[in-house]
């Protein structure tokens, strides 16, 4: 079956219950509107990076930086978040900072071993960069949007943007 995997980078907790209750929302319309009995499965993703929490693995004696592809999903994640810690990158000097994913809204059949999985591969998608990136693509890619139209395009949103909840 098809689905909806949005991902929204920068959102603090507070915003998280706005994104459920309006975004979700709006993309069931948007499907109905396109296909009439259209309902997909949505599965929607906060990621985080301006986090402190640092992941490690040890060798022996020795204490490293935690390999790429490592993911982190309890002890030190929320009780009443579905949440986990990714670390996409491979990092030569300094620590390796991992991504925080919080999952706002799933309806759909995923293990959450496969949004890991799904998360991880989307940072090896990225155009500008033969190796992963930090962030899901997707997320970069919305960046850059935001940025072209704030500084090239001078002009205001659509008037019919006004009364939705967007994030160009």
Known sequence: SSGI????GGLSEGQFSLVKQFEVRQ???ACIAMEGDYVP???VLVVQKRIRTRLFHSE???IRNALPGTVLDHTVTSDHLYDFFLVSQHVNKGTAAPTHYIVVHDTTTLK???VQQLAYKLTHMYYNWAGTVRVPSVCLYAHKLAYMHGQHLHAPAAPELKDKLFYL
């Open 41 to 43: 499965e949505i599965i």
């Open 27 to 29: 993309f069931e319309k």
């Open 112 to 114: 959450p071993e496969h």
């Open 60 to 62: 022996g004696s020795e």
């Open 5 to 8: 995997n949005a991902e929204y």
